[in-house]
Each structure stands twice: as structure tokens, then as C-alpha cells.
């Protein structure tokens, strides 16, 4: 099984990954951990992993980073992707708005650093589940996937070479 973790700070990923090592090691699941900093990478990495832990807000990509760019709200477009892929998905912000709005989309969403081990510890217990359990519902019926696909076309990003423009996650 593999978990994708996003968290742009490093300190605090390195925590979470500790964490769910031990967590893993503690229930007998074989648990590999694939980690980012930044949305790009992370939806290059969805491709493998089984369930997703996200920060509310982080890098869009390697440039924002070095450029000191601004971190953004970017958990919506992890969630809609984890869900078009049928796999567990848990946010894991120290934002309150975040939190609320992620559970009002109906997303397990736990506040840190209080809450990190209960988000890793539903994300083992979700990904426990045989994945064709999880692949019951049709996409286009899930009201989580309606729900984040109308907000991650209301989310705006900057574009270097041509102003701004909409984001839609396909």
C-alpha cells in the first residue's frame, strides 16, 4: 500500500511520514510513503498512491518555492483527483475555514498537529478496504466529486506568462 503526503512544510512532512511508519508497522500493513511539497508533483504521484494526506495550503510548484511564492489553497484539487480515483483522501490543515469547508464537501478533515495521528490512522483503516469496495459508485454519482469539481472551477491560479486564468482539474 502507498500513501501520497503533502505537506510544503519539511519539518512537519518528515513528522507525518515517522508517523505513519509507525502506525503501519504497529496494525502489520506494509505502508511505502510518497511525499511533496507541491501540487504538480502530487498529481504526478497520485498515479501510485492508494490514499492521500493533504495540507490545506502549499506550493504550486518547485518554482513558487525558490521564488518565494505565495502558498495557496490547493487541497480541493487533490481531493476531486483522489476521488475520480476512488481512493481514501484526508486533509490535514491548521486552517479552521479549510477544515470546515472540506467536511461540508463531506472529506475526512482533521486539524494539525493535534489531529495527525487520527488522519493517518483513517487513512490506514480506509485503505484496508479491498479497492474494489471502494470502486462501488459511479463517479459522475458521487455528490464529493460534484461538490469539489464546482469549487476547483471557482479557483483562481496565477499564470506567469498570461495573467490569470481558470484551473479545472480533468
Known sequence: MKI???????????MLVETAKYLAKAVGLELE????????????LLEDADAVLCDGAFYRNQADLYRCGRVRENWPFMAGNAARRHIPFALLSGDQRSIDRARACGHQAFSKPGQ??????????????KREERQTK?????????????????IWEEEEDD????????
Do not use: H, W, Y
Request: charge should be negative; proline fraction near 2%.
Open 4 to 14: 501520497l503526503i503533502v505537506e510544503d512544510d519539511s519539518s512537519c512532512r518528515q
Open 33 to 44: 510513503i510518497l511525499q511533496t511539497f507541491c501540487l504538480e508533483e502530487a498529481e504526478i
Open 116 to 129: 495527525s495521528t487520527a488522519a493517518i490512522e483513517f487513512l490506514l483503516g480506509a485503505m484496508g478496504l
Open 138 to 154: 459511479g463517479v459522475g454519482d458521487n455528490p464529493v466529486v460534484v461538490e469539489v469539481d464546482a469549487a476547483n472551477r471557482e
Open 163 to 170: 495573467g490569470k486564468r481558470k484551473r479545472q482539474v480533468a
